[in-house]
């Protein structure tokens, strides 16, 4: 039997690989897309995940919008590592199809046992566990994508999904749910070269190639870490990462490590929370990435 998941998403370029990959696999029934602000604002990440999808040939899933900004503290809007549009400005265009009426939350809350694949910000899922108190029971699993544990990728401290609204990241975290966090300590492993790339559909290579430019340009690499993509793989094979128990917390002050995700191993602080992905296998990940998106 398929797993039944929901993303929530933030598209954003590798949310959206993340999203073709999902609906290109056989193993999950992708039963609904939630969105949230954080690489754009939600003005362009709701018809990102709308228009996604239609390129998946998938306009049958239902999306719902949620937060437009954090829970508490506001974000300034950084560097569009995704063009100004979120999809790289590839001119992917509008959705046809229109976002239901339900908020995000109210369908994060409703998830009867499916597992939610979070590839944003975690304001949706906190809003979900506020407003329902029995939600967290409904999810069967949680995949985040967000944290680092060696150095974040907004500021030193800060991995940008748990940089953009570290109070909802925490509230999730504590929540008791079947969590497996996939940081940026394995994501830095999930890359794709040019040569990846050019085997995949005219749309994503499009999409991703705002991405391959700002990457060789500020990073010098001539790669792309596919942050969203690899939370997916992860549900596909586990085997793709090496998970370890840790009890994760984060930063909430408002200094110069906010929003910084701290994970101990050793049972000193209480118990562990979280099955973390410190490391990923790049090989496993392209071959499973290209098994499910390759086009040539
Ligand atoms: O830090 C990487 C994460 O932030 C990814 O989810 C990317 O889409 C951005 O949202
Ligand atoms: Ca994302």
Redesign the pocket.
């Known amino acids: 039997m398929p797993t039944r998941i929901v993303i929530d998403?933030?598209?954003?370029?590798?949310?959206a690989i993340?999203i073709l990959l999902a609906a290109a696999s056989d193993e999950l029934d992708l039963a609904a897309v939630t969105v949230v602000a954080?690489?754009v604002g939600l003005d362009r990440t709701l018809p990102n995940a709308l228009r996604v999808l239609e390129l998946a040939g998938r306009a049958d899933v239902p999306v719902s919008g949620g937060a437009a900004r954090p829970l508490i503290w506001p974000v300034e809007q950084r560097a569009l590592?995704?063009g100004v549009d979120g999809l790289g400005d590839a001119g992917i265009g509008p959705p046809a199809a229109s976002a239901q009426t339900t908020h995000a939350a109210d369908v994060l809350a409703a998830l009867d046992g499916a597992t939610l694949v979070a590839?944003?910000?975690l304001t949706n899922v906190a809003i979900a566990l506020a407003r329902h108190p029995g939600a967290a029971a409904g999810i069967r699993q949680l995949i985040w994508?967000?944290g680092?544990f060696a150095g974040?990728?907004?500021t030193a401290a800060a991995?940008?999904?748990?940089?953009?609204d570290p109070e909802a990241a925490a509230r999730v975290l504590q929540a008791g749910i079947d969590l497996v966090i996939v940081p940026?300590d394995a994501?830095r492993h999930a890359t794709v070269t040019p040569a990846e790339i050019a085997l995949l559909a005219p749309d994503a290579q499009a999409m991703l190639g705002h991405y391959l430019e700002v990457c060789r340009t500020r990073y010098g690499v001539d790669e792309c870490?596919l942050?969203?993509p690899l939370?997916v793989a992860v549900l596909l094979d586990e085997a793709v990462v090496e998970l370890v128990d840790a009890r994760v917390e984060v930063d909430c002050t408002r200094d110069v490590s906010r929003g910084a995700t701290l994970a101990e191993r050793h049972g000193r602080t209480g118990p562990a929370n979280a099955r973390v992905a410190f490391a990923a296998d790049t090989e496993r990940f392209r071959s499973l990435l290209l098994s499910h998106l390759r086009q040539k």
Do not use: K
């Open positions: 998403c933030d598209p954003g370029t590798d949310d993340a954080g690489n590592v995704h590839i944003g910000p994508m967000g680092a974040g990728n907004v991995e940008f999904n748990c940089w953009w940026l994501t870490r942050h969203d939370a």
